[in-house]
């Protein structure tokens, strides 16, 4: 198992492929934004910290083991503009078990397109890296994410009540998950 796509990845109306360092402003445009990070397991981030990451987290393109996490950047194929990133975790190499993740810029949301490369994480996940079950864990508040699940097909499994210590006060959990053969018939 493993993962390597050929980039940039197309979908109707994006590419995703890896950030790089002329990525940055785009990035700090929407990561460096408060309400964007209120649900973000980070604190909204400044240059020198997304600058780190190039060399860091981001620079993983490829899944070629467990525990290993790829972030893809969002762009408009129309413009070539960075509006968003998406994540794809491998969690389980035995339970062939992934996660994803997403984000976006607030100019560009209401317009599909991180349904659209949430979904093209899905069929990387599923038809290419041979994922099982992919699952995405979000804040109850956070009701623009679980939207987002349902729209992609996924099921809420869990309410995990309190289940985190969350920027400084208690957070419930949801549990969104989809799986292979839910995926193929979604598709
Ligand atoms: C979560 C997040 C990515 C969702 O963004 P979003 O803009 O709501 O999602 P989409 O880009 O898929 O857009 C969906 C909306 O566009 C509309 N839409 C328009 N054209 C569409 C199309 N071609 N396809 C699908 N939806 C379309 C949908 O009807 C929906 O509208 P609604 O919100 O009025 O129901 C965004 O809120 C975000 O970045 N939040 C901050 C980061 C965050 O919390 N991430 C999740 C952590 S768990």
Known sequence: MELRPSYPVRTERLLLRPLTVA?????????GDPQVCRYLPFAPMDR????????????TTALTDEDQAMTLGVELAATGELVGDVVLFWRSREHRRGEIGYVMNPDH???GYATEAARALLRLGFDELGLHRITASLDERNTASAALARRLGMRQE?????????????????VFAMLAEEWAAHR
């Not at 990525?23 to 990561?31: C, E, G, I, S, V």
């Not at 780190?52 to 620079?59: L, P």
């Not at 869990?158 to 949801?174: D, M, P, Q």
């Open 23 to 31: 990525d940055t402003d785009a990035l700090l445009a929407y990561r």
């Open 48 to 59: 020198r910290v997304i600058g780190e990451r190039f060399a860091g987290v981001w620079a």
């Open 109 to 111: 949301h209401g317009k």
């Open 158 to 174: 869990a309410r995990l009540v309190h289940n985190e210590w969350f920027k400084g006060e208690w957070s419930t959990e949801l």
